[in-house]
């Protein structure tokens, strides 16, 4: 009972998540994977996700400070930030990755930076939106799986 | 979930298609990005997929490679820190032929195309969902079913065409690129074919030797087949040998197929006689010597080819059948030295006068000799061994020996021995080394002497000096040049010794004069020792100007053209004969082998008879001399493979500078070969030589004490590289 409130919260969160294409069609393949076994799936592979793309984030970071870019080198970085990034769903850092891509592929080293801004920004809001929810549902308690109570 | 088909351990989908996907089916997920890993190990397992995951491709292989039949699937990244994920599926493609599917967040035509390419069975594009891993057991069973086939149209078709009218069968129906896939994948089996050759060599696969029992065995396989009907599967499960790869027997088949054109531009018998290296070959290979030695004579090529031969049998062939009778050698040098020997016939002539060339030549077949001879099996033997490396060229040793043989006669005194053996590569077809290995055919042109040796040698040595008589015993050796071998063709240059001989006049003359006796450097026939005489210097004498001399070549004409045979004839050599003389000339190329000093009377180093007779020239001598050192007889053979090589190379290189006559063969009566010690053979070639002499001694075994003598006698500073590099045995 009390989940319900949560679990309306809950809901509305994700809305929006999905709304403002912060999400795409890939998180709910996440989110079908969860299971009894895996009551926390989503949530640990998010996690596991922001572990990792932070390290991506830096060494990013610290070839854009050398100059002059290697292209070559950003754009592997992007590739793998990429493909992580859009297995979980990050559709709004996904979309910017792939910018940042095309300006590693065209030697533009203003446009790679421009984006690299952008994207940490995208990739900051995405990581604390998630927080939020993912604290929301722990609390709601497993989702759907629940019985109804008779 | 259901239907499954039984355990785990052996996830079978048989024919029986599972109204869903099967379950146990065993996959091995490949992804450096954490994330995506344990996103697709849950989602494999949500299809009830047995999943193992790891994060590096080494760490994929060494599993795979632990468990040889633990898994069903591949599911890998494209970009990966340590290894490229089409790497790694040529990897798993050819060790473990598991079905393999790529993944990548790229979906670029050209990646996909390239996933294709090199094999893989599928490509998924990044963020993977399930419901394309729900069909990924398809690819097992398609692949599976693919294999079968393949097994039973083996050897219908040559490589690749199975294998794309089988992918035309299957209907592939990948989960993600239908249309795409259809076509990829029978590029992709086209590309298997291809693959497996690139992938060869990636996983550089350890060289396989083509001994001369592993040679026989495939040419009776092709035989069995049909020559035209051969085709790399087929012989590969004719000949039943554990360890050895389609890839393997293809690229020997190629080659084989060359020699055997090689063999019908000279004479149609010989090809046959290739297959039989016994004296069949011998018969037309007299003829076909003649030729060929002449054709060696005409030396330029024959250097040229001897080299490539001499040394493609020295390095190639690692005689070890030096006992094999002759044919069998040359069968191995055929390939090796095919060009080469056919040279000599030709060249014999002509090298006489080029003597450098030819001499090469010579050097070819009995570096294939010399391997052979090494095992100082008969010198008969050492003449196959000589031809056989002077064969390598692409003839049989063998025939190089009969065909420097009868070179010999040919050429007279050239290096008949050499240049049968070398030129008998040539004649390589049939060669055979008709020599009857015995027959240290080397001496084929001296032979006349020799014959009666090794038998063979005799017909070697015919050309040279006795023109004839070798060719008489020159075995078999259609080198019949017999007689006049001696110096003469040695294609080498001068069948060294032999020619001196008898022949010695003709082509020797160049040899001779320098080798003299010293076999006309067929330098790497020891074998040929007694013929060789002529030849080995032949070939030496053509760059070594070894001139066998040919004084010995009366007698050990043979053992110069026996040299060039020598190697192959060294054993046979009646390690007086040509042996010295020869063996000079020879043992420059043996004398590279043999490091001459082997007293060729014995010839267990014909080869050093090879150097000694090498000596002749110097510069061939060098080489083959230390072989003759050995018995040039016997050191002929496998010298000569190696000996005359160099011998020749150097010979030419130096237009038979001299090997420095040092070798003091003791086989040979060094002091007899005249050789001129002047010519310096071009280090170069003298290292070659001396090199591959040295490999084939070495191979051969016999040389042991052979490689150093002959090392200690080049005189030439090349030499003393030689030397030192020369391997003790």
């Given at each position: 009972m009390e989940r319900n409130p949560m679990r309306r919260q809950l809901q509305v969160m994700r809305k929006s998540l999905f709304d403002q294409g912060y999400l795409d069609e890939q998180f709910v393949q996440l989110e079908e994977l969860q299971?009894?076994?895996?009551?926390?799936f989503v949530e640990e592979v998010v996690t596991l996700y922001f572990r990792d793309s932070a390290r991506l984030i830096l060494n990013i970071e610290q070839a854009l400070e050398r100059?002059?870019?290697d292209f070559n080198k950003l754009d592997g970085y992007m590739h793998q930030f990429k493909g992580s990034s859009s297995s979980i769903g990050a559709k709004r850092v996904k979309a910017e990755s792939t910018l940042f891509r095309e300006y590693c592929k065209s030697g533009n080293g203003e446009g790679c930076m421009r984006t690299f801004q952008q994207l940490k920004k995208e990739y900051a809001t995405l990581r604390k939106k998630l927080e939020a929810y993912f604290q929301v549902a722990r609390q709601a308690g497993p989702m759907e799986t629940a019985c109804r109570p008779k | 979930m259901a239907t499954a088909t039984s355990s785990s351990a052996a996830w079978k989908a048989v024919d029986s298609v599972p109204?869903?996907?099967?379950?146990?089916l065993r996959v091995l997920v490949v992804d450096d990005d954490p994330t995506c890993l344990i996103i697709l190990e849950k989602m494999l397992r949500n299809c009830s997929y047995e999943v193992t995951k790891c994060n590096r491709a080494e760490t994929a292989l060494s599993i795979l490679r632990e468990n040889k039949?633990?898994?069903?699937i591949v599911i890998s990244d494209v970009h990966m820190p340590d290894m490229d994920g089409f790497k790694l599926l040529e990897h798993i493609g050819l060790e473990m032929d598991l079905p393999v599917i790529m993944m990548s967040a790229d979906d670029g035509k050209h990646v996909v195309m390239k996933g294709v390419i090199h094999g893989a069975c599928d490509y998924l594009i990044k963020p993977v969902r399930i419901e394309a891993l729900k069909n990924i057991w398809q690819h097992v069973i398609r692949k599976r079913k693919n294999g079968s086939k393949d097994l039973e149209q083996s050897?219908?078709?040559?490589?690749?065409d199975q294998q794309q009218k089988q992918s035309e069968e299957a209907?592939?129906?990948?989960?993600?690129n239908e249309g795409n896939w259809k076509s990829s994948k029978r590029r992709k089996d086209d590309e298997d074919e291809t693959e497996d050759r690139d992938d060869t060599s990636t996983l550089k696969k350890p060289r396989v030797v083509w001994s001369i029992e592993l040679h026989q065995q495939f040419v009776a396989a092709v035989n069995q087949l049909g020559i035209d009907k051969a085709v790399p599967k087929k012989i590969l499960e004719l000949m039943?040998?554990?360890?050895?790869?389609r890839e393997n027997v293809a690229s020997h088949l190629q080659k084989y197929r060359l020699y055997l054109r090689r063999l019908s531009g000279v004479s149609p018998h010989l090809n046959n006689s290739f297959m039989n290296p016994q004296e069949e070959t011998f018969g037309p290979l007299s003829s076909v010597n003649g030729l060929g030695l002449q054709a060696l004579a005409a030396g330029g090529q024959l250097p040229a080819q001897c080299l490539a031969t001499l040394q493609a049998a020295a390095l190639g062939h690692s005689?070890?059948?030096?006992?094999?009778?002759l044919p069998l050698v040359d069968q191995r040098n055929i390939f090796s030295f095919e060009n080469p020997k056919l040279r000599f016939g030709?060249?014999?002539?002509q090298l006489m006068n080029n003597n450098k060339h030819i001499n090469l030549l010579h050097a070819i077949p009995t570096t294939m000799e010399p391997k052979q001879l090494t095992t100082s099996t008969s010198i008969g033997n050492i003449n196959m061994q000589v031809a056989s490396h002077g064969v390598k060229s692409g003839q049989n040793n063998s025939e190089l020996i009969n065909m420097q043989v009868a070179s010999h006669g040919v050429q007279s005194s050239?290096?008949?021995s050499a240049l049968m053996q070398m030129g008998q590569p040539q004649f390589a077809h049939a060669?055979?080394?008709?020599?009857?290995?015995?027959?240290?055919?080397?001496?084929?042109?001296?032979?006349?002497n020799v014959s009666t040796q090794n038998g063979i040698r005799a017909n070697i040595r015919a050309p040279g000096n006795n023109p004839v008589s070798q060719t008489s015993?020159?075995?078999?050796?259609?080198?019949?040049h017999a007689s006049e071998l001696?110096?003469?063709?040695?294609p080498l240059g001068s069948t060294p010794g032999m020619s001196g001989r008898t022949s010695k006049g003709t082509f020797q003359e160049d040899f001779n004069s320098e080798?003299?006796?010293?076999?006309?450097?067929?330098?790497?026939y020891d074998i040929f020792d007694d013929l060789n005489q002529h030849k080995p210097q032949n070939w030496e004498l053509q760059n070594v100007g070894v001139a066998f001399d040919d004084t010995r070549?009366?007698?050990?004409l043979q053992g110069n053209l026996d040299l060039s045979?020598?190697?192959?004839?060294q054993q046979g050599f009646t390690s007086g004969q040509m042996n010295r003389q020869n063996r000079s000339g020879i043992v420059v190329s043996k004398a590279m082998f043999s490091a001459?000093?082997?007293?060729?009377?014995?010839?267990?180093?014909?080869v050093n008879q090879h150097l000694n007779s090498l000596p002749i020239d110097n510069t061939i001598r060098v080489k083959t001399e230390s072989v003759?050192?050995?018995?040039p007889d016997n050191l002929f053979i496998d010298h000569f493979g190696q000996a005359d090589l160099m011998s020749a190379l150097l010979k030419q290189q130096q237009g038979?500078?001299?090997?420095?006559?040092?070798?003091?063969y003791d086989g040979y009566s060094l002091d007899d070969i005249?050789?001129?010690?002047?010519?310096?053979?071009?280090p170069v070639l003298v290292m070659i030589i001396a090199f591959y002499n040295v490999h084939n001694l070495l191979c051969n075994q016999s040389l042991g004490p052979l490689s150093s003598c002959f090392f200690k006698k080049l005189d030439m500073t090349s030499f003393k590289i030689i030397i030192c590099c020369r391997f003790s045995t």
């Open positions: 299971d009894d076994a895996n009551p926390n100059k002059p870019f | 109204d869903q996907f099967p379950a146990g039949n633990g898994f069903d050897g219908s078709v040559e490589e690749g209907d592939y129906s990948s989960s993600a039943n040998v554990p360890g050895l790869t005689t070890a059948k030096s006992s094999i009778p030709e060249g014999q002539q050239q290096s008949n060669p055979r080394l008709p020599l009857s290995v015995g027959q240290p055919i080397i001496s084929n042109g001296i032979a006349s015993s020159m075995l078999n050796y259609p080198m019949n001696p110096g003469n063709c040695f080798y003299r006796g010293s076999v006309g450097f067929m330098p790497s070549h009366s007698n050990s045979q020598s190697v192959l004839v001459g000093d082997s007293t060729e009377p014995g010839n267990p180093l014909n003759a050192d050995v018995n038979i500078a001299p090997a420095e006559n040092e070798f003091d005249p050789v001129k010690t002047t010519t310096h053979h071009s």
